[in-house]
């Protein structure tokens, strides 16, 4: 991407909520951004259904996001999540805010047990403003959760 800000949409395994893709679409209009999406896997040399599946699900958000007029580009890395995403967001130096698209309890911290996900070792070393929809009792409705160092 150029020089223009964009929003990066993190997910992991090769799964999407698709109302994370519409969250973002939305949150990309108001702020007149680009969006990335970065798909993380972990490397299997023995089975490649995450990657094959999140080739696929970034293919599809993709195809959603370019219908509403909103420019996009994506990204699939495999290996030790914690590192690919720091290494992404190093050289990505027009970031308007990170969407985690992920489970939204490891941002949110409304887990029980302090777990040891990927994503809690690095958030401490984020600039960005992390921003998480988060979904209510009710289907289809998200309010906004952010977060910022």
């Known amino acids: 991407m150029d020089a223009q800000r964009h929003l990066v949409l993190v997910l992991e ?4 909520d698709e109302s994370i893709i519409h969250y973002s ?9 680009a969006i990335s999406v970065l798909m993380l ?17 970034l293919l599809h958000a993709e195809e959603i996001i370019k219908k509403e007029g909103i420019r996009v580009d994506h990204e699939i890395r495999q290996g030790d999540k914690a590192s690919e ?7 990505a130096p027009t970031i308007a805010a ?8 490891i941002v949110t911290g ?3 047990k ?4 990927w994503f809690e070792k690095v958030r401490p070393h984020i600039t960005y403003p992390i921003v998480t929809p988060r979904t209510r009792a009710k289907k289809d409705t998200t309010s906004l959760h952010t977060s910022q160092k």
């Open 41 to 57: 896997v972990s490397y299997d040399k023995e089975n490649h259904a995450q990657a094959d599946m999140g080739k696929r699900v």
């Open 25 to 33: 679409l939305k949150l990309a209009k108001r702020m007149d951004c």
């Open 110 to 112: 409304r887990r029980r």
């Open 114 to 117: 302090k777990s040891e996900h």
């Open 85 to 91: 995403f720091l290494k992404y967001i190093a050289v």
């Open 98 to 105: 990170i969407i985690w698209g992920s489970d939204e309890k």
């Open 13 to 16: 395994n090769g799964v999407a």
